[in-house]
T-cell receptor
Framework: AQSVTQLGSHVSVSEGALVLLRCNYSSSVPPYLFWYVQYPNQGLQLLLKYTSAATLVKGINGFEAEFKKSETSFHLTKPSAHMSDAAEYFC?????????????FGPGTSLSVIP | DADVTQTPRNRITKTGKRIMLECSQT?????MYWYRQDPGLGLRLIYY???????NKGEISDGYSVSRQAQAKFSLSLESAIPNQTALYFCATGDPNQETQYFGPGTRLLVL
């Protein structure tokens, strides 16, 4: 069965510092992987996704993530944090090639940015 | 205007009451979903629908029911609300071509 773990329910970084949010997955087949962001009082929106093309995926707002099959990881990074990056981040996985897209979400990581 | 709307945005109800949460979308997607979000648990799938005649249970469907009135409308009902159904509920649509889900703003439900 698919599952997603996110190390650290809460991460704090200083403004301008590197952002690293960790995600590991388990899947019986090569998966599709996603990062979604949730700003306060809003729904989730897609940051980026991996669907079998390049292993380094670039998303919106300067975020990127690298798919590492050997480590079953899909960590999210941003070189320089901005105050507006403070939000909840969810990693998600779905099986590739199934007839329906059921997405499994991780528990989320809350990112705080300190001025 | 938002592509996925949810009503109400906030609701307080009492144990045993029936309540309906509504979702509408203008994205033209066949696929629609209901999730609940609890702190530390992420999003869990309650029900999903791939078209008007296709409705499926998710991982936590007990105590909930749904109705797909049209391609654009997908409602979630709590037949007899209980306090542990207090949560944030999200509706989403799915675009299989882009492998992306689009979420509404959420409904915050408190069951007393």
């Amino acid at each position: 069965a698919q599952s997603v773990t996110q190390l650290g329910s809460h991460v704090s970084v200083s403004e301008g510092a590197l952002v690293l949010l960790r995600c590991n997955y388990s899947s019986s087949v090569p998966p599709y992987l996603f990062w979604y962001v949730q700003y306060p009082n809003q729904g989730l929106q897609l940051l980026l996704k991996y669907t079998s093309a390049a292993t380094l995926v670039k998303g919106i707002n300067g975020f990127e993530a690298e798919f590492k099959k050997s480590e079953t990881s899909f960590h999210l990074t941003k070189p320089s944090a901005h105050m507006s990056d403070a939000a909840e981040y969810f990693c998600a996985v779905s099986d590739r090639g199934t007839s329906y897209d059921k997405v499994i979400f991780g528990p989320g990581t809350s990112l705080s940015v300190i001025p | 205007d938002a592509d996925v709307t949810q009503t109400p945005r906030n609701r307080i109800t009492k144990t045993g009451k029936r309540i309906m949460l509504e979702c509408s979308q203008t994205k033209g997607h066949d696929r629609m979903y209901w999730y609940r979000q609890d702190p530390g648990l992420g999003l869990r799938l309650i029900y999903y629908s791939f078209d008007v005649k296709d409705i499926n249970k998710g991982e936590i469907s007990d105590g909930y029911s749904v109705s797909r009135q049209a391609q654009a409308k997908f409602s979630l009902s709590l037949e007899s609300a209980i306090p542990n159904q207090t949560a944030l509920y999200f509706c989403a649509t799915g675009d299989p071509n882009q492998e992306t889900q689009y979420f509404g703003p959420g409904t915050r439900l408190l069951v007393l």
